[in-house]
């Protein structure tokens, strides 16, 4: 039996460090809270404990005193929010250059897709000093990614996609636990995240076996399901070109407007009567059970890549639903009146 | 004793399983729940036992997983939930208010039948197999992932959760329109006012869970899709709807026990109640704001941030009235007359481990800490402090100040004492690790752990073993007294309330005369003023 008695796991992310110091203070003021009445209440029984010649003095209260005392806790627990609420909000954002990479989590195992096309399984590598955004989605049940040394945490579900981020600041190996119960091998569910400095993640990306970048082999799916037949950008084509679509808004044949992220896209294949694009039929088929989650992040990568390409003034009939960049001031507007902050796009503006 | 009294009134089965009589019916309820309290708690021994390694190496997984399911599901439905309302409110509400009985009789012993019949089908979950979805039941995995009696047990815990909503129903009725004369609603004792609030939450929230295991049972018996993606459905739809429930039902567990402290300290401080009004308000304070803080157990489950941060703010706001009654149980003892028999021990320990259990409440609402502790030890660690440190604690100090009333014989004080003290030392031994071993990063439900969790499981481990003990005493010499016990006499802790002013048992219709209030409750000051 290993007898080390650690009280905190390793600081391993650029957030580790003020989660804790906020977790110290928490525990600081809780034990001053416990400690204060545990004492007052061992002081009040041996002070007043029961004497033959002593009798109890009736009290009914005192309202100033129950106002201070509702008050002064009141005060403290907001700023404890305000507190939390400021870190979870930097835990909550990755910033806009984070290396991506795409996490599919299934009964009991993870598999990882760096853009460079490396897989791995049950381990994780990433380079030390910059964001790291991880995009997640399982293949079965509701799964857990959670690396206690990063300090960061997310739900992993079955019908959409969550994303998590993390600075990693120092080499080592962390464990990556799945943190929602999950069936029989839940604890079984174990990964490692392995950082390395920048240098050797560059040189464990070459070493590896990739049969080519996610992007490439995105490509190879959508030539392979024939996605290519009708999603061209010709005027005749059945389906909405896909260049420049990545990350902005979208008119559907309801006159709603949606963002094309991550999910929109994934729901498109899987789901393609949910949201019609203005102007087309709803003739898609659906390619659930055809296409697996990490072909449809292969995909996404695809689709995404086809965004950061110049791609030539669109003609009208062909792409009415993509918004030129004159139109995309008043889309943004008819969001924000509807409460819905349209996310910031992710691809280069052609 | 008196001659004759509720419990030899009448004999026979016949007497017991129809009675009408809502004394007898709280003590077929304490059968009952015993029974499922010592079960849940062999699953929880055989969980500590498998965690004294890291490998999993006593049970195989699946069962591991049955185990901890188990362990919650007859813990919190079928021992929790009634504890003190169906055994102690059941007894006492109506004594207290000065009533023959609750305000519907028969509805009571169909309550305890409901009750009978929900935890039957629990138990025949169990035979066939055990479920292994955790008490949390989350979909997909419930409803399409597992092959155990998944709706057995759903159908069992919804059907006991009727006969929760009609001990509500019945105490608020009763609260309403059975008081005896003179006791407004300014009168009221601690118990009543905790026990309604309760009861509020009782009948307004178990329908949602009802629902939501109904549509559980659909969909994976029928096929309809409702929480599986598959299917068509929402996850997430099932964590919102089973948490508009279950978090008010820990405020439906944790109230009754504070109006249980709030008799306890006044007696055995020989005061009336510091802050009377507040203490009463504070708990339909509870009750309201438990209704809209259910997703803080969801800020990682994709809700979006602003729906976090909402949640977040209520969940703080939640916790003020408890801190003001934690305050002013305190202050009640200030300048009391104060002595430690068996109830005000357990009393005591209720205010130090509620205060911690609560306090770490307020870790897991913060949103930049939950993200971290979420679905580690530390939640299992800050729960079992509120519930068990504080709801058991509650109740057993409640069972021991009133079994002289229930029963006519006073327990042994030095055993209790000693078990008072066991189960103190082997609870803190037990769970105070657990939040180390959270924020270190184990997570919950885990049947193997890496090895550096070994040292800190292991304490917890032996803490469990000494539990027990504390667990077991009790039930020990209760036992021993209804044979042995000294005869308690009417009013063995010269406590003020109506109960105390009856015959120890109390006749089958409570009082031979229709009691008249003219004081405050908790008038230690004077001599008792009640008027026949």
């Given at each position: 039996?290993?007898?080390?008695?650690?009280?905190?796991?390793?600081?391993?992310?650029?957030?580790?460090?003020?989660?804790?110091?906020?977790?110290?203070?928490?525990?600081?003021?809780?034990?001053?809270?416990?400690?204060?009445?545990?004492?007052?209440?061992?002081?009040?029984?041996?002070?007043?404990?029961?004497?033959?010649?002593?009798?109890?003095?009736?009290?009914?209260?005192?309202?100033?005193?129950?106002?201070?005392?509702?008050?002064?806790?009141?005060?403290?627990?907001?700023?404890?929010?305000?507190?939390?609420?400021?870190?979870?909000?930097?835990?909550?954002?990755?910033?806009?250059?984070?290396?991506?990479?795409?996490?599919?989590?299934?009964?009991?195992?993870?598999?990882?897709?760096?853009?460079?096309?490396?897989?791995?399984?049950?381990?994780?590598?990433?380079?030390?000093?910059?964001?790291?955004?991880v995009?997640?989605?399982?293949?079965?049940?509701?799964?857990?990614?959670?690396?206690?040394?990063?300090?960061?945490?997310?739900?992993?579900?079955?019908?959409?996609?969550?994303?998590?981020?993390?600075?990693?600041t120092?080499?080592?190996?962390?464990?990556?636990?799945c943190?929602?119960?999950?069936?029989?091998?839940?604890?079984?569910?174990?990964?490692?995240?392995?950082?390395?400095?920048?240098?050797?993640?560059?040189?464990?990306?070459?070493?590896?076996?990739?049969?080519g970048?996610?992007?490439?082999?995105?490509e190879?799916?959508?030539?392979?399901?024939?996605?290519?037949?009708?999603?061209?950008?010709?005027?005749?084509?059945?389906?909405?070109?896909?260049?420049?679509?990545?990350?902005?808004?979208?008119?559907?044949?309801?006159?709603?407007?949606?963002?094309?992220?991550?999910?929109?896209?994934?729901?498109?294949?899987?789901?393609?009567?949910?949201?019609i694009?203005?102007?087309?039929?709803?003739?898609?088929?659906?390619?659930?059970?055809?296409?697996?989650?990490?072909?449809?992040?292969?995909?996404?990568?695809?689709?995404?890549?086809?965004?950061?390409q110049?791609?030539?003034?669109?003609?009208?009939?062909?792409?009415?639903?993509v918004?030129?960049?004159?139109?995309?001031?008043?889309?943004?507007?008819?969001?924000?009146?509807?409460?819905?902050?349209?996310?910031?796009?992710?691809?280069k503006?052609? | 004793?008196?001659?004759?009294?509720?419990?030899?009134?009448?004999?026979?089965?016949?007497?017991?399983?129809?009675?009408?009589?809502?004394?007898?019916?709280?003590?077929?309820?304490?059968?009952?729940?015993?029974?499922?309290?010592?079960?849940?708690?062999?699953?929880?021994?055989?969980?500590?036992?498998?965690l004294?390694?890291?490998?999993?190496?006593?049970?195989?997984?699946?069962?591991y997983?049955?185990?901890?399911?188990?362990?919650?599901?007859?813990?919190?439905?079928?021992?929790?939930?009634?504890?003190?309302?169906?055994?102690?409110?059941?007894?006492?509400?109506?004594?207290?208010?000065?009533?023959?009985?609750?305000?519907?009789?028969?509805?009571?012993?169909?309550?305890?039948?409901?009750?009978?019949?929900?935890?039957?089908f629990?138990?025949?979950?169990?035979?066939?197999?055990?479920?292994?979805t955790?008490?949390?039941?989350?979909?997909?995995?419930?409803?399409?992932?597992?092959?155990?009696?998944?709706?057995?047990?759903?159908?069992?815990?919804?059907?006991?959760g009727?006969?929760?909503?009609f001990?509500g129903l019945?105490?608020?009725?009763?609260?309403?329109?059975?008081r005896?004369?003179?006791?407004?609603?300014?009168?009221?004792?601690?118990?009543?006012?905790?026990?309604?609030?309760?009861?509020?939450?009782?009948?307004?929230?178990?329908?949602?869970?009802?629902?939501?295991?109904?549509?559980?049972?659909?969909?994976?018996?029928?096929?309809?899709?409702?929480?599986?993606?598959?299917?068509?459905?929402?996850?997430?739809?099932?964590?919102?709807?089973?948490?508009?429930?279950?978090?008010?039902?820990?405020?439906?567990?944790?109230?009754?026990?504070?109006?249980?402290?709030?008799?306890?300290?006044?007696?055995?401080?020989?005061?009336?109640?510091?802050?009377?009004t507040?203490?009463?308000?504070?708990?339909?304070?509870?009750?309201?704001?438990?209704?809209?803080?259910?997703?803080?157990?969801?800020?990682?489950?994709?809700?979006?941030?602003?729906?976090?941060?909402?949640?977040?703010?209520?969940?703080?706001?939640?916790a003020?009235?408890?801190?003001?009654?934690?305050?002013?149980?305190?202050?009640?003892?200030?300048?009391?007359?104060?002595?430690?028999?068996?109830?005000?021990?357990y009393?005591?320990?209720?205010?130090?481990l509620?205060?911690?259990?609560?306090?770490?409440?307020?870790?897991?609402?913060?949103?930049?800490?939950?993200?971290?502790?979420?679905?580690?030890?530390?939640?299992?660690?800050?729960f079992?402090?509120?519930?068990?440190?504080?709801?058991?604690?509650?109740?057993?100090g409640?069972?021991?100040?009133?079994?002289?009333?229930?029963?006519?014989?006073?327990?042994?004080?030095?055993?209790?004492?000693l078990?008072?003290?066991?189960?103190?030392?082997?609870?803190?031994l037990?769970?105070?690790?657990?939040?180390?071993?959270?924020?270190?990063?184990?997570?919950?439900?885990?049947?193997?752990?890496?090895?550096?969790?070994?040292?800190l499981?292991?304490?917890?481990?032996?803490?469990?073993?000494?539990?027990?003990?504390?667990?077991?005493?009790?039930?020990?010499?209760?036992?021993?007294?209804?044979?042995f016990?000294?005869?308690?006499?009417?009013?063995?802790?010269?406590?003020?309330?109506?109960?105390?002013?009856?015959?120890?048992?109390?006749?089958?219709?409570?009082?031979?005369?229709?009691?008249?209030?003219?004081?405050?409750?908790?008038?230690?000051?004077?001599?008792?003023?009640?008027?026949?």
């Open positions: 039996m290993e007898f080390k008695l650690p009280l905190f796991p390793e600081q391993a992310s650029s957030v580790a460090g003020q989660v804790d110091a906020f977790y110290l203070f928490l525990v600081l003021l809780t034990t001053f809270f416990s400690l204060l009445i545990a004492l007052m209440i061992v002081f009040f029984i041996i002070k007043y404990r029961k004497r033959p010649d002593h009798k109890a003095e009736q009290i009914h209260g005192s309202t100033l005193l129950e106002i201070v005392w509702t008050a002064i806790p009141l005060g403290i627990s907001m700023i404890i929010f305000v507190w939390g609420a400021v870190l979870y909000y930097h835990l909550q954002n990755p910033p806009k250059d984070a290396l991506e990479i795409y996490g599919v989590g299934k009964q009991w195992m993870w598999k990882f897709q760096h853009p460079g096309g490396q897989r791995e399984i049950n381990t994780l590598h990433v380079p030390t000093g910059r964001p790291v955004k995009t997640l989605i399982s293949q079965d049940v509701i799964h857990d990614f959670f690396v206690p040394a990063f300090r960061i945490k997310t739900d992993v579900l079955p019908n959409r996609y969550m994303h998590t981020w993390f600075t990693p120092r080499e080592g190996n962390y464990h990556l636990f943190s929602q119960y999950c069936g029989t091998n839940h604890s079984g569910m174990i990964g490692e995240v392995v950082v390395m400095k920048p240098e050797d993640y560059a040189e464990w990306l070459a070493s590896g076996k990739a049969e970048s996610m992007a490439s082999m995105g190879k799916l959508f030539q392979e399901f024939g996605c290519t037949t009708c999603h061209r950008p010709d005027a005749g084509a059945r389906g909405p070109s896909l260049l420049g679509l990545y990350g902005r808004p979208v008119r559907l044949s309801d006159n709603r407007v949606v963002i094309a992220d991550d999910n929109y896209i994934r729901e498109s294949i899987l789901n393609p009567n949910a949201k694009v203005s102007g087309f039929q709803p003739i898609m088929p659906t390619f659930q059970g055809v296409v697996s989650e990490e072909g449809l992040i292969q995909i996404t990568e695809y689709i995404k890549h086809l965004s950061q110049d791609s030539e003034p669109l003609s009208n009939r062909s792409n009415p639903a918004l030129r960049d004159t139109e995309v001031p008043t889309i943004q507007q008819e969001l924000k009146g509807r409460g819905n902050e349209p996310a910031a796009p992710s691809g503006k052609p | 004793m008196p001659a004759k009294h509720y419990l030899n009134d009448n004999y026979g089965i016949r007497s017991w399983l129809l009675t009408k009589d809502h004394k007898r019916i709280a003590i077929l309820y304490l059968c009952t729940i015993t029974f499922f309290f010592f079960l849940g708690g062999m699953f929880a021994a055989l969980i500590r036992l498998e004294l390694t890291p490998e999993g190496d006593l049970f195989h997984s699946d069962t997983n049955k185990l901890f399911t188990m362990h919650g599901v007859n813990m919190i439905f079928f021992f929790l939930i009634p504890s003190v309302p169906a055994v102690l409110g059941n007894f006492i509400l109506p004594i207290m208010l000065g009533a023959k009985d609750l305000a519907f009789p028969k509805i009571n012993l169909l309550s305890w039948y409901i009750f009978i019949v929900g935890a039957g629990g138990l025949a979950a169990l035979i066939g197999g055990g479920v292994d955790g008490w949390t039941f989350y979909t997909p995995l419930s409803t399409g992932y597992v092959r155990t009696p998944v709706i057995v047990l759903a159908v069992g815990i919804l059907i006991a009727f006969a929760s909503i001990t019945n105490f608020i009725v009763t609260t309403h329109r059975m005896a004369p003179g006791m407004t609603w300014g009168r009221l004792p601690l118990m009543v006012w905790a026990n309604y609030a309760a009861s509020l939450i009782m009948i307004l929230g178990t329908p949602v869970i009802a629902i939501t295991l109904i549509l559980v049972a659909l969909e994976r018996g029928f096929h309809i899709g409702v929480f599986d993606p598959k299917l068509g459905g929402d996850p997430v739809l099932f964590q919102h709807m089973f948490w508009f429930y279950s978090h008010p039902a820990v405020y439906i567990m944790i109230l009754p026990g504070m109006g249980v402290i709030s008799e306890i300290v006044t007696c055995f401080s020989r005061k009336r109640v510091f802050g009377y507040f203490i009463a308000f504070s708990s339909i304070a509870i009750a309201v704001f438990g209704f809209v803080v259910w997703a803080h157990h969801m800020f990682v489950a994709g809700i979006s941030t602003y729906s976090a941060l909402v949640f977040s703010l209520l969940s703080f706001a939640v003020i009235p408890s801190a003001v009654k934690v305050f002013n149980w305190t202050a009640t003892m200030y300048k009391g007359s104060v002595s430690l028999e068996t109830p005000m021990l009393a005591l320990a209720f205010i130090g509620f205060t911690i259990g609560g306090l770490t409440g307020l870790f897991l609402a913060a949103l930049g800490t939950d993200i971290h502790i979420h679905d580690t030890y530390f939640v299992v660690a800050h079992h402090y509120v519930m068990v440190g504080g709801m058991v604690t509650a109740y057993l409640g069972i021991h100040f009133w079994w002289p009333k229930m029963t006519g014989k006073m327990y042994p004080e030095a055993p209790a004492k078990a008072a003290l066991i189960t103190f030392i082997g609870f803190n037990t769970f105070f690790p657990q939040f180390i071993l959270g924020y270190l990063g184990m997570p919950r439900r885990y049947h193997a752990y890496p090895p550096e969790f070994q040292v499981n292991v304490l917890s481990s032996a803490g469990a073993s000494v539990l027990a003990v504390g667990f077991i005493m009790p039930l020990v010499y209760f036992l021993w007294s209804l044979k016990g000294e005869a308690a006499g009417d009013n063995p802790w010269d406590a003020k309330g109506l109960e105390w002013q009856t015959t120890s048992p109390p006749p089958t219709h409570n009082f031979h005369e229709v009691p008249i209030v003219t004081e405050d409750p908790y008038n230690y000051g004077e001599e008792a003023n009640v008027v026949h």
